[in-house]
């Protein structure tokens, strides 16, 4: 098993109120998976991909990757974990306005102390992989939707993650931009690539290996999707 | 759009952003008033004798001569030019010759000493200084008259009405009753020449060798023409005056190389002997300058921040172009907001510039007054200057945001990297402009410390001076005075001598040749000296020995067809001879006048009495076994009190001269003229420095306050990519701190160019030692790094799921 989460619960305080995110979760996802997570909008989908993408932390509970208890871990080491392990796909893609997209790509790999040339070369493939090589000197306010996205995966990439964590990826995309952006998740698990998918839409979620449904901060249902 | 909008909506943001107000009102208000301060001291500086009536045909001439191989102006000129003048240049419709003097003022209840000018019957035809009381035509006509200033008049007679009063003067021991003829009304502190005392000159003087001899400068000589054509033709003709009246010997060693007229307007800022009451242009623009640069640095915040914090408004922008506001409405809007921004300012800054100004004033010695009228004119018109200035690049740039574009919630990246340039090329600025100045009154103080510190060549503590003795009595008297001062516990050393520490007192130049090489000039300082006149200085002596009363001939004032002389390194090196013993046993004489023989018998090193900015002058002392005139005495004590010797001085001065002032002077005081206004610039450097440095501070604050949270989102992305806190505190901080070592790279490349030539100007400096420029530097940047610290570590360590939040 690549990840187990056990008993996680994600609070959140204000002055007046609490409010409970996550209630319980128990979860266990293997190596190579593609997992949708579904729900309605504030049942704690983005929390809990959050929270397994270690920006932020359970309340409580227990964080299993790998062999490792991630809750165990402070915050350089998570760091260096997220470095190491993780790629991120959001919906609002993330890039940053002042880089252009190479340097965004590049961004990546920068905080692993990674020779230039190395990582020049690793950008390349992964802008060639998500077919965005053409833009790599433009802004992002220079990109379409679906370029922004398509460069925001090869980010999510470059590292060769054990773990893509993808938060609506198709939510800000039309239709032909979401499709193509599925495609390349797709392709990315069948070179096996461990994805997990917070989604609106039942159609992505079927394209995942596995459906998981939230609600009100727990999952009510885990299903294997037919191949 | 109305102004009563224009004023609700500034209403709102001030309310809304307090920060941003605050910084905004304080750093303007600290800009407008350095800025209109400083201007109202330069106005001081440039309004220098402007009220003299006619002031721009009125000159002073000054010799040029050369000291150290460079051609050096004088403010005074050798007397034995007047009639030569006059008799040369019909276009001198007025000339008067003007020698200032210590005279003793004897009243019945005090014996005085005063600072007198002595001059010619012309002085009011040619400086029409107003009379409150007499005739200017007549007051100076005859010898045995006084003009008293207004003080004085009140001081002796307890009225300012003191004309047919009789003052009992004594002046080179000539003790006489002169008339008051007039009194000078109260001169307006921005006067160059201040006399207390005006006296016609008399016959004795006149015959005096000081006003017939071409090596002797007597004091100012000031002429009055019609226009300024005359002065062009005056000015013109002087080099074919020089050639036809000077004496060869003089033209020869290069000693009158040139008379230069200023007119009266612009001696203020003519370098003068020390003691003179000039200002540097230089030094007066620079304070100008830097109230100009206050003044951009506090509009430079305001840009930046309205540029920043253009994206919070840009939904405002956008609903009121939906809503139907033209551009032109917006761009009037935020001139407006700027324009009254800058008002409220203002109020703060006038109050600010009623407290500095008295305090800047007494730093500077300046009367700069508040004048309202102007003040608040000039007010106005920076407000409304400062207004566009701050308010048109952010009126220009947030009244063309596309209302769609951001209604619909995308980012306007491209607008954003201009801005974000823009604030990084201002904040550049700023800082290039903080550390230029600190750096620059870093070095001025530092000169000025090494100035006071300097190696003179002579002791200058436990000394004490009483200029120009000659009015206790006869030779025999002075001497039996000094031989009191002897006796008193503490004392080391007595002396009398001509030349005093910090160009006080006379100083007498000649041109002396070896015996048979008369081509070897040297253009030497005289300075007669009494018994023990080494070891009064502590000179220390290099070969020979020094006078004593074994050798006759050291006495000058012997009939005898040889003297004996010591000179300095100086003076060896002058009169051709390599090292001081070489110089041992020549001999040499003066290249005109009477053919007496001077045989060196002693070296001793160089000594300094006059400024750091000039050459050590080459001098030979003469020995002359009583006091000669206008020499001054010294004691030098040790072991006990300065203010216990002095006292004992003065009683042994009451009981031997009591018609006589007894005037002290501590050699320390004499030579702080030296590096008195340098440290006085250095200081207002300094403030200068201090507020551009705190307004850029705030500034960076401010900025920092809006960007840091800007990037906030972008914090999150990084550190979800890896990102440790410490690299994006390093990101962050190296985006504040880069601009601060660019600016300081531009700063100091400034400030070594101003040093360089500022320090060129002194014979005697320090080195531009880069400690300098990178204790600025890293000190800036420090500040700078503990000014945005907070901040920047508070977004470093934001958890990234909140910090995506934050988008």
């Known amino acids: ?227 | 759009m109305n102004v009563s909008m224009i004023v609700a909506a500034f209403l709102r943001q001030m309310r809304r952003h307090r920060l941003y107000t605050v910084i905004n009102v304080i750093g303007l208000a600290l800009g407008l008033a350095t800025c209109v301060t400083l201007g109202l001291i330069v106005r001081y500086e440039f309004s220098y004798d402007q009220w003299i009536p006619d002031a721009d045909n009125i000159y002073r001439l000054g010799e040029v001569e050369m000291i150290g191989g460079r051609p050096s102006e004088r403010s005074q000129a050798p007397f034995a030019l007047f009639d030569p003048l006059k008799a040369a240049f019909p276009g001198i419709s007025h000339m008067t010759r003007a020698r200032p003097a210590a005279v003793t003022v004897i009243t019945a209840s005090d014996v005085l000493s005063v600072d007198a000018t002595f001059v010619d019957p012309d002085f009011l035809q040619t400086l029409p200084y107003p009379l409150l009381y007499g005739d200017a035509r007549t007051a100076l006509s005859r010898p045995g008259q006084i003009i008293l200033s207004e003080e004085k008049a009140r001081a002796y007679f307890h009225t300012t009405d003191a004309v047919g009063q009789k003052l009992t003067v004594d002046h080179d021991g000539h003790k006489t009753d002169l008339l008051v003829t007039g009194v000078l009304r109260a001169l307006p502190a921005n006067t160059t020449l201040q006399p207390e005392m005006l006296i016609p000159l008399d016959s004795p003087m006149l015959g005096s060798e000081v006003f017939t001899q071409w090596g002797m400068v007597g004091g100012y000589l000031f002429l009055h023409v019609d226009n300024p054509s005359e002065a062009r033709g005056i000015q013109a003709g002087m080099a074919g005056f020089i050639a036809a009246h000077t004496p060869e010997e003089v033209r020869k060693a290069g000693a009158l190389r040139d008379l230069r007229l200023r007119a009266l307007p612009s001696l203020h800022f003519l370098d003068g002997e020390i003691g003179d009451s000039t200002a540097s242009r230089n030094a007066v623009l620079a304070l100008g300058l830097i109230g100009l640069l206050a003044l951009l640095s506090a509009v430079i915040n305001t840009v930046n921040l309205s540029t920043a914090r253009g994206l919070l408004r840009a939904r405002e922008v956008a609903m009121r172009k939906t809503l139907g506001a033209s551009r032109r409405d917006l761009v009037v809007q935020f001139l407006g907001e700027a324009i009254l921004l800058a008002g409220c300012a203002a109020v703060p800054a006038l109050a600010l510039v009623e407290v500095a100004l008295p305090a800047i004033n007494a730093l500077g010695g300046w009367g700069a007054t508040v004048s309202y009228p102007l003040v608040l004119s000039g007010m106005l018109t920076l407000i409304v200057l400062v207004g566009v200035l701050a308010g048109a690049y952010p009126a220009v740039w947030l009244s063309a945001y596309d209302p769609a574009r951001v209604l619909a919630g995308s980012r306007m990246p491209n607008m954003g990297r201009m801005g974000s340039r823009l604030r990084l090329m201002l904040v550049i600025v700023q800082f290039s402009f903080a550390i230029g100045l600190s750096v620059s009154a870093l070095v001025v103080l530092r000169q000025s410390a090494f100035v006071r510190d300097l190696d003179r060549g002579f002791q200058r503590n436990g000394l004490l001076f009483t200029p120009v003795i000659d009015d206790v009595g006869t030779p025999s008297a002075r001497v039996a005075l000094m031989d009191e001062f002897r006796r008193v516990r503490g004392v080391t050393a007595v002396s009398d001598f001509y030349s005093m520490p910090g160009g006080n007192g006379f100083s007498t130049t000649d041109y002396f040749a070896p015996v048979g090489a008369p081509e070897q000039h040297a253009y030497m300082q005289w300075q007669d000296t009494g018994r023990d006149y080494f070891a009064l200085f502590g000179l220390r002596l290099l070969a020979g020995r020094m006078f004593d009363d074994v050798h006759g001939e050291d006495d000058r004032l012997h009939e005898s067809a040889e003297h004996s002389v010591v000179i300095d390194e100086s003076g060896a090196r002058a009169l051709g001879f390599v090292t001081p013993q070489a110089a041992l046993g020549q001999v040499f004489r003066k290249e005109h006048g009477r053919s007496t023989i001077f045989r060196v018998v002693g070296v001793v090193n160089d000594v300094r009495l006059g400024s750091a900015r000039d050459a050590v002058r080459p001098s030979v002392y003469f020995h002359t076994g009583q006091p000669v005139r206008f020499m001054s005495a010294g004691v030098r004590f040790e072991g006990r009190s300065e203010r216990e010797v002095e006292g004992d001085l003065r009683t042994i001065w009451h009981r031997m001269a009591p018609d006589v002032a007894f005037r002290p002077l501590r050699a320390t005081d004499l030579l702080s003229e030296d590096y008195r206004d340098d440290e006085k610039h250095g200081q207002l450097l300094a403030m200068g420095a201090g507020v551009a440095i705190f307004i850029a501070l705030m500034g960076m604050y401010a900025l920092s306050s809006f960007t840091v949270a800007r990037r906030m989102f972008e914090v999150g992305i990084r550190k979800t990519l890896g990102a440790t806190t410490g690299r994006v505190l390093g990101l962050l901080m190296g985006q504040f701190l880069r601009p601060v070592l660019g600016a300081g790279v531009i700063g100091c490349v400034l400030a070594w160019m101003a040093m360089r030539s500022w320090l060129s100007g002194f014979d005697a400096r320090i080195a531009l030692s880069p400690a300098y420029f990178v204790g600025v530097v890293v000190t800036a940047a420090l500040v700078a790094a503990l000014t945005v610290l907070f901040q920047t570590l508070r977004v470093a360590r934001a958890e990234p799921a909140r910090a995506l939040r934050a988008e």
């Open chain 1, 1 to 227: 098993m690549l990840i187990e989460l056990n008993h996680i619960q994600r609070l959140y305080r204000s002055d007046e109120v609490e409010t409970t995110a996550l209630h319980d979760i128990e979860l266990g996802i293997g190596s190579g998976e593609f997992v949708a997570i579904m729900g309605p909008s504030g049942c704690g989908k983005s929390t809990l991909l959050n929270i397994l993408g270690t920006i932020d932390r359970p309340t409580h509970g227990a964080y299993i990757f790998g062999e490792q208890d991630l809750t165990k871990l402070n915050e350089a080491a998570l760091a260096a974990f997220r470095r190491e392990n993780l790629g991120y796909v959001f919906q609002s893609f993330n890039l940053i306005d002042e880089l252009t997209i190479e340097e965004n790509i590049e961004l990546a790999l920068i905080y692993r102390n990674m020779p230039k040339s190395e990582r020049r070369e690793r950008v390349a493939q992964a802008m060639d992989r998500v077919s965005i090589g053409h833009r790599a000197r433009h802004y992002p306010s220079q990109l379409s939707g679906g370029q922004q996205q398509r460069a925001a995966i090869a980010r999510a990439i470059v590292g060769q993650p054990r773990l893509i964590l993808a938060d609506e990826p198709t939510g800000n995309l039309d239709t032909e931009n979401g499709a193509q952006v599925m495609d390349i998740l797709q392709g990315l698990n069948d070179e096996g690539a461990t994805i997990i998918m917070v989604t609106h839409s039942p159609s992505h979620a079927d394209l995942a290996k596995r459906r998981v449904d939230m609600l009100d901060g727990q999952i009510v249902v885990s299903v294997r999707n037919a191949i």
